[in-house]
C-alpha cells in the first residue's frame, strides 16, 4: 500500500477476515497523519465489510507517551503527545463510533526495546542509574514527574511474545505497561 489514508475495496476484501492485528506504525516527531489518522482509517476500513466477531487491535505506543496533550513536558514533548494522542483515539475508537461489540484496543507500551540476547546488562545499568537519581535531587523522575515511565528495558523477543499472546487471546486490561510485558513475554518464552 502506497497510501494508509485510502483503503480500496480489493484491500479491504483482503483484510476483512482478519481477528487481529498488532499497529506498530509510529514517528518520533509526532507526525499526526501517521499517528492519529492512518490507524483510524485502518480501523473504519477493518469495520466496512467486518459481519460478525470483535476485532482486537493492538496498538503499540511507548512508555514516554502521555496522553494528555496540556501536560507540561521537558523530553520529546511533540512526540510523546502526538504518539499519546494517537493512543488516546484508538483506546476510545469503538466507544466514539459506536461499535463496543466489534472492536476491542489494547495499547502495549514498551520501554527500551533491546534486540533480543543482547545488551541484557542495560537493564542492571539503568535500574542504577535510576536509582542513583531517585536517591539524589532529581528524585521527581522516580515519581514519574513528567510522565516518563523508568521500568526496565524488555528485549524484542519478551516484546513481541507479549503482544502476539494479547493479539491472539485478548486481555482485559486495556494498556499494558513495559513491567508487565516483561513479566508475560519472558513467561510465554519459557513454555
Known amino acids: 500500500m502506497n497510501n494508509f489514508i485510502l483503503y480500496f475495496e480489493s484491500v479491504i476484501r ?5 481477528d487481529a492485528c498488532i499497529w506498530a506504525m509510529g514517528t518520533y516527531d509526532g507526525n499526526h497523519q501517521v499517528e492519529v489518522e492512518y490507524p483510524t482509517a485502518f480501523a473504519k476500513a477493518m469495520l466496512q465489510e467486518r459481519k460478525a466477531g470483535k476485532f482486537r487491535y493492538v496498538h503499540l505506543g511507548g512508555a ?17 503527545r502526538g504518539r499519546g494522542l494517537g493512543e488516546f483515539t484508538m483506546r476510545n475508537f469503538a466507544k466514539e463510533n459506536g461499535c463496543e ?23 542492571l545499568a539503568i535500574a542504577d542509574t535510576i536509582g542513583f537519581i531517585s536517591e539524589h535531587s532529581f528524585s521527581r523522575l522516580q515519581y514519574h514527574g513528567d510522565g ?23 486481555s482485559t486490561e486495556g494498556v499494558w505497561q513495559n ?7 519472558r513467561a510465554l518464552l519459557e513454555q
Not at 103 to 113: C, D, L, Y
Not at 155 to 170: Q, R, T, Y
Open 14 to 18: 483482503e483484510i476483512s477476515d482478519a
Open 101 to 123: 461489540e466489534r472492536w476491542e484496543t489494547i495499547v502495549m507500551r514498551p520501554s527500551g526495546v533491546l534486540k533480543k540476547d543482547r545488551f541484557r546488562f542495560l537493564n
Open 64 to 80: 514516554f507517551t502521555v496522553e494528555d496533550q496540556d501536560k507540561t513536558l521537558y523530553f520529546m514533548p511533540d512526540a510523546r
Open 179 to 185: 513491567n508487565a510485558m516483561v513479566v508475560k513475554g
Open 148 to 170: 516518563i515511565n523508568l521500568g526496565h528495558c524488555i528485549g524484542s523477543d519478551e516484546c513481541a511474545a507479549s503482544m502476539i499472546d494479547v493479539a491472539l487471546h485478548g
